[in-house]
């Protein structure tokens, strides 16, 4: 289940790659937006104010995500992005760190460049850091006992699961597109006693946290706070730098 409030303690970092995204979609006055994996309409809101002329809409799979961006004034809708299909408006597609989640994402772009009207814009960021020590480590523990049985049928996400700049580049080209894409490494500044594990929590973890009773996510959480303070070392100053890669594409129809 995910959580809006435990989502948005990070809220000011995880909006950095959205704001860079945005600032490369060049639409001047679309119809219609929509934020697909909206979360709490914290970033749909901006959307609004950067074109207060469009119909600007929400989707997300999480009742709890949808409720938080309706108390905001959002149009969200609960929905599943693979089963989204464009209005005849829609001008501009946004999916910030979202399609990491959508099996077949790469499909579903070519499918959405189709639908779209030229001139209309198709613009994501997806994580890059499958492959990072705070991915291993959730993998890692995992596969111990006494966690190992409940979490036994983990879709577990590799590096593969999203691709490098120069394969959306070349897809979306195919489909004719132009492209711009590029990627970005991050280094966020965090603290508290556990911040990295404070910050997968909201993100990472939540499939695991659905699998686990209160108890073996207590257990969980402390079989690999260990590991994550080990890969990513506090300073003396009590700062923890965490690198963290992202995706970004931003494809105008042709």
Do not use: K
Not at 22 to 46: F, M, S
Not at 102 to 130: C, K, M, S, Y
Not at 170 to 176: I, P, R
Not at 242 to 252: C, D, G, H, T
Request: proline share 7%; with cysteine; aromatic share 10%.
């Amino acid at each position: 289940m995910w959580e809006p409030d435990v989502y948005l303690a990070f809220a000011d970092h995880r909006a950095r790659p959205f704001f860079d995204l945005l600032a490369r979609v060049g639409a001047e006055q679309p119809r219609g937006v929509v934020d697909l994996g909206c979360g709490p309409g914290n970033l749909t809101e901006v959307l609004s104010r950067r074109w207060p002329g469009a119909h600007v809409q929400g989707l997300d799979a999480s009742p709890e995500m949808v409720d938080a961006a309706r108390g905001r004034g959002v149009d969200a809708r609960i929905g599943d992005i693979a089963d989204w299909v464009p209005e005849s408006d829609t001008d501009v597609v946004i999916a910030n760190a979202a399609l990491q989640w959508v099996p077949g994402h790469r499909d579903l772009l070519t499918r959405w460049a189709r639908q779209l009207e030229p001139g209309a814009r198709i613009a994501f960021q997806v994580p890059g850091n499958f492959d990072a020590p705070s991915h291993a480590a959730i993998r890692e523990v995992a596969r111990r006992e006494p966690f190992a049985a409940a979490l036994a049928d983990m879709p577990w996400r590799d590096a593969d699961v999203v691709g490098t700049p120069v394969e959306y580049a070349g897809l979306l080209t195919d489909a004719d597109c132009t492209v711009d894409a590029w990627e970005s490494t991050y280094v966020h500044e965090l603290r508290g006693e556990t911040p990295v594990l404070d910050w997968i929590t909201g993100t990472a973890l939540t499939q695991v946290r659905e699998r686990l009773t209160d108890d073996g996510w207590h257990r969980y959480r402390h079989a690999i706070a260990p590991l994550l303070a080990q890969a990513y070392p506090a300073r003396a100053d009590g700062i923890t730098f965490f690198p963290f890669r992202r995706i970004f594409v931003v494809a105008r129809i042709e």
